[in-house]
């Protein structure tokens, strides 16, 4: 049995812009689903902790697709094959890092203006590929307060404040100022502080002036679990997001041949007229219903004291329906429809005391499909390819030798 790994010199807590090293390849073992763990005796590759995603990079010509750390201090690095013994390069995906550091820095600022503004403390921080969260405490949070909080956070940024990193015994500790308190467990607590606005205890990558982060843009909030989230961006993803939702601006602005401004207007105007006539088609609809219900009973077929309208029509299950809905009306009418979809719609009026909802799914069921209903009322659907009009067929065929009360 091998000694467990020493635990793993940690270069990131010093240093968040080293993305190029050599160092020493400890073990890469196989693990049970096929992937390989490498151990370094010091690294710069973050491990995910603190809300915080791990970085990705190559090892020698290997791809590092995760980073963890384990109870002992030992950093693992998931990687794609085994990495070769002695001394190896290592490279870190700047792109990926930089942006870690851009959220991670923007949520200390945001949540400290989340709680400057609106006494809001967070309580949870979640790092994201696309976007980032922080769930802050409390029933409810107005637009004015996100706003006010976006604001603040975005003048530490233009102040272009220091970060500063320190690492502080904690009998040294200045606890009224940390804005979180630390774990009990916590003898040497790392500290980031963005000048004169935010101290708390952290382990991950920051930048080291709050200047580069350009910008920080809440998008959206919403209940959860009692808190309230917030979604933000910073940094090149926020700048992503404005340049992306920009362009929609200015070709809606040209589609609506308005300005900015006016677009709001445009659409509640469009909105308007679309409800509008929706309810002038539905009105349409079911007036053409009506008709073509009394002309397709007018050619229906007739056995003994029953009609039985059998179609296959060219039209949208909706609409079948509808017509549906107006053939059950008809005295002593049995109506088979089925539509392009393999949808078909079973209806007996209740004149006729058909219970066709059983033979009917049976026949669907020996189409391949299936169905379900009750009395004289049945909901199909065939699979795609099946003959609707076969199975149509088949339904009449079993539909029309049923005695009801009264025959013989």
């Not at 067929?393 to 539909?399: F, S």
Request: glycine share 8%; with cysteine; charged share 30%.
């Amino acid at each position: 049995m091998t000694d467990s790994p020493s635990p793993t010199e940690k270069l990131y807590l010093d240093d968040s812009y080293t993305v190029s090293f050599t160092a020493n390849l400890v073990s890469c073992e196989r693990q049970d689903d096929g992937s390989y763990a490498a151990v370094l005796d010091r690294t710069f590759f973050y491990p995910e902790s603190g809300g915080q995603l791990p970085d990705s990079g190559r090892i020698g010509d290997v791809d590092v697709t995760s980073v963890w750390e384990d109870d002992a201090g030992v950093v693992y690095h998931g990687v794609t094959s085994q990495v070769g013994e002695g001394d190896v390069t290592c490279e870190i995906d700047w792109k990926r890092r930089q942006e870690h550091m851009h959220h991670h820095t923007g949520q200390h600022i945001l949540s400290r203006a989340f709680i400057d503004v609106g006494n809001l403390h967070t309580i949870s921080f979640h790092m994201g590929d696309e976007v980032c969260t922080i769930d802050v405490e409390g029933p409810k949070i107005s637009d004015a307060i996100v706003d006010e909080s976006e604001n603040l956070a975005n003048t530490v940024v233009q102040e272009n404040r220091s970060v500063i990193i320190k690492s502080v015994a904690r009998e040294d500790l200045d606890n009224d100022a940390l804005r979180k308190k630390l774990p009990t467990d916590v003898d040497v607590a790392r500290l980031v502080e963005v000048e004169g606005f935010d101290v708390i205890g952290c382990c991950g990558t920051h930048v080291r002036r709050t200047g580069e982060l350009a910008l920080i843009k809440v998008l959206k909030t919403e209940k959860a679990r009692g808190a309230h989230r917030v979604y933000f961006k910073a940094g090149r993803r926020a700048l992503e997001d404005f340049q992306r939702k920009h362009n929609i601006v200015k070709r809606l602005s040209k589609h609506f041949t308005t300005g900015v401004d006016g677009i709001e207007d445009k659409v509640e105007k469009l909105q308007s007229d679309t409800r509008t006539l929706r309810k002038e088609m539905k009105a349409l609809s079911a007036s053409l219903a009506k008709y073509e219900a009394n002309a397709m009973v007018e050619s229906a077929r007739v056995v003994g004291k029953r009609r039985f309208v059998v179609m296959v029509l060219k039209r949208d299950d909706e609409f079948i329906k509808l017509l549906a809905s107006e053939l059950r009306k008809k005295d002593n009418t049995v109506s088979l429809l089925g539509g392009p979809s393999g949808r078909i719609t079973c209806v007996a009026s209740p004149d006729t005391e058909v219970d066709l909802c059983e033979a009917a799914v049976k026949c669907a069921e020996s189409a391949g499909g299936s169905g379900g209903g009750k009395g004289g009322f049945a909901a199909l659907q065939l699979p795609p390819g099946a003959d609707v009009e076969r199975t149509l067929g088949k339904i009449y065929e079993a539909l029309k030798t049923l005695q009801v009360k009264g025959e013989r």
